[in-house]
């Protein structure tokens, strides 16, 4: 502070000074007595306020002169005032507007501002020029270049030149995707394998992966009988015959039926039924259930109590049983004997006459034998028509598309008119199903974890 | 009564089946990459014969797989694959919670796929393995191809699709192979014969799509993926069994012809030349460039009775093939703007006719309109404009038709404004006794040659009276008139025939006490015949006798049905004539 003090006396006090503010004189009251021993208070109490001025001042002066007016020349800052410029110069400057055709472009006036208006050119960053071990790299290349000049390579150089290129075209390849529009075909059944191996080292291959696995043969069966596309039925024409379009729409139709009979029944089994809806009269009795006894039920009652005496009685007399006799024993063991003897007897008679009953036997033979094949037949046939229907194959049956028709009056008169029935991607997308390539299945519903919360956002909630 | 008790479920079907659940965890898969892999490798679920068996006594409804295929799926390296792909996905979703832009870049340029190659080759064994299972992959396609490019499924996958099935297409052009054409309300259905195979398969119609919800895209994108592979390698394999040049290219000549300084308006610079192929318009590159094909003749063997009638069966079927391939050769097309462009191009090419349109519907267009040279200009719009006088003005319907009767139809009723006769099915085929509609009658007489039989005159007459600007322009139409005469004659053949036919057979076995006429031999063998069989039918045991009186009933109760089809439908026709002919009047 001192200094600068110093400083201003020293300028103020040099004769060719000017003073950009006029009132440079300090207006000095009371000064307030304080000590001043002290570097602190020093600091404090001292007044800086000419020093700072001046050096403002100094400052204005450099930023917008470029200079201190004090040391300008005098033609610098003065000139001769003779009074307005001559015509001549006048027109001279509207042909040069003419030239460049319309009025010179102004300057936006926020470049203006923008502009640098100090006179006083930026510091220059002198680590921008700087670069870093330039003195060792210099070295370097002046090194390389003798050598260059003398046509000697080096290890280093030798070592570069001698990589393999790196190829990135084979990597891409590896990583090409599989749907990529540009990709090549070849020969896949063209190269036939030339020799058979012996069984011993294709388990080697196997087991080492470098041969695949063999598909087993069962595979290569088709699951359905069906035929890829099915084409529509010749009604489906745009242009269809009168008959074969009212056989599909019949077809059509019946499968509506069919539909709507079944909506219809499981409504029917839905359906309350009346006789089951309380009345008046069911209600008062079901209150009054147990409180009035009535009559017939006692007797009845009375009546089923004695006949379990009745029952219980008849136990108890047949486990007190009397013995039998010796000769009850005899009997009973002779009459065993004899009835057994008369069925045996019989069985003979029978097996006698089967003789004379051959012909009625062949007969029942041929039929049985008949029927069985028929069931076989039948059975068989079953079998068939199965192959052409679709399996279930999983929770869900297999639903058949609805039919694609156009009634009569919605069938097109040109080609130009027409329009497309059904989609051929559900098309596709059944048959794959219908010929069990993949099981039937529901689009999978989509499970909210967490509840949804509401929130009024901000900006709207100021509004409201 | 030694031994270990023995344990319930653990011998019988039960050690032959794993549930879908335990297979999963026994190939340590998601569910959607098990799916994916099952699909891949052809390995589909299994109903067993005895549910409750294998679901251990239980009877919820479970998905089962045979064992001996999953142990089989457990070596399959696609699996690693799968396994690698969900840990580039973790590690991918980490660097980017962590903001590691490098990283991520890296483990994108490492990211982990797979081919199929050696599961088609595995799957499918032989060439004509692949090419019976073909239908699929051309089904789905086509129906990829159409997909907008919107995110159902990657925009790649669709651009494949297209370039496979151009190829498909180019390859059909090429070896003519087409067979039929039906257009349904559904989409466009055709066959071809390749290599002995009869291929079916179904194109969608153009911007037709509505995404239906039900269906799960994963498991479509995932048969893609498979059929995508499946048909490059087919495809690669019928270019180069026509000596064609795979992937393919424009014949020079060709390409030199569809040269246009306008091009970057239809595509860019890259997509130009798929663009150009699937134009359909120009024929291909052949490795060799001698164009002469060798017409391979029938090896002869000397043969006898039977097999003597088959070889000539044989033998006029395939000339009528030959016929047929070339059906539309040197016939000249032009295309409305309003006619599906890419069907129609490609059935006329199929078989030898020559297609242009207008320059601004797309690219690849070989004449302009005003090419003097030009037989048919199909238009589907109820009168065209400007009308030359020497070309027919045709719906497309027509050039459908043709292909189906195998032959060149007579065009009077496939003008413009003319009510169209019924596109009918080429998929089925009547036998002998069942009801066929009148425009197959008509038809079927023409491709044995006969001249068409003018049933409706007075109808034509009306018409006439409506297109007088046509039949200035048509001068053919007049000489049909003076061939009317020639041709009712024949009319009344035919109606007799057609009588008789639909008397059927009871006619035949019918023995008319004779005059004899001893220059009339055929006849003379035909009574014979038919005694032959009345003797025969009176010599037959009673068994038998029975069952072919059941078999007689049955055809005649057919033919009844079919005539009586056929009466209504006269009915119906008479009733359609009365009612134009009021609201005219």
Redesign the interface.
Known sequence: MAAARRLKRVVASQPGFLNFKSSSESLSGRRKRVNKNKKKSWNKHSDINDVEEFLEDVRLQERTTGGLLAEKSDDSLFFLDVGQPKRAERKAEPIEGKKRKGKTPRPLRIDLILQQDSLIPAPKDVLAYQQPNAKKLRRISQKAEQLAAKGVVTRRQKRLLSRRPVTKEAKKS????????N???????GQEQSTVKDSAEDWYLQQTGKK??K??EK??DR?SVL???E????G?????????HQALLKEAHEVEVKKQKEEDKLERQLAVNKDDTATEETVIREQVEGLVEEEEEEEEDEEEAAHDEEDEDAEGGSSLAKKKTERQRKREKADKIKELRRLDSKRQMDHRQQLFQLRSIKASIKQQEQSTEDKQKIRKANQEAEKSQP?????LKFQAQDL?V?LSDELA????Q????????????KS?QKR????P?E?AKFKRRHKLKYVEKRAFRAIT | MGGLQKKKYERGSVTNYITRNKARKKLRLSLPDFRRLCILKGIYPHEPKHKKKVNKGSTAPRTFYLIKDIRFLLHEPIVGKFRDYKVFVRKLKKAYGKTEWSAVERLRENKPTYKLDHIIKERYPSFIDALRDIDDALCMCFLFSTFARTGKCHVQTIQLCRRLTVEWMNYVVAARALRKVFISIKGIYYQAEVMGQLITWLVPYQFSHDHPTDVDYRVMATFTELYTTLLGFINFRLYHSLNLLYPPKLDSKAECELKEENEEDYALNSECYLEKLSALSASLARMVSSAEEEEAQLDQFPVEGEDMEKLEAREREQKEQEAQKKLFDGLKFFLNREVPRESLAFIIRCFGGEVSWDKSVCIGSTYEVTEETITHHIVDRPNASTQYINRYYIQPQWVYDCINAKIVLPVEDYFLGVTLPPHLSPFVEEKEGDYMPPEKVKIMALQRGEKPAQEQEDEEEEDEDEDEEEEEDDNDDEEEDEEEDEEESEEKNLKKMEKQRSQGKSLQVKVTPGKMKVENPERLEQEEKAEEKRLAIMMMKKKEKYLYDKIMFGKKRKIREANKLTAKRKAHDDAEKANKKKTRK
């Open positions: 590896d990583t090409e995707a599989n749907n990529n529009p990709r090549d075909y070849y020969d896949i059944w695949r696995v598909r087993p595979l290569s699951p035929p890829a596309v084409v529509i039925a010749p489906g024409s745009y242009n269809p015959d009168f008959f074969s399996r279930r194959l999983g929770k694609e156009q008169g040109s080609l130009r027409l329009k497309p029935e059904g989609s051929v991607l559900k098309d596709r997308f794959l069990n390539l993949i099981e299945r689009r």
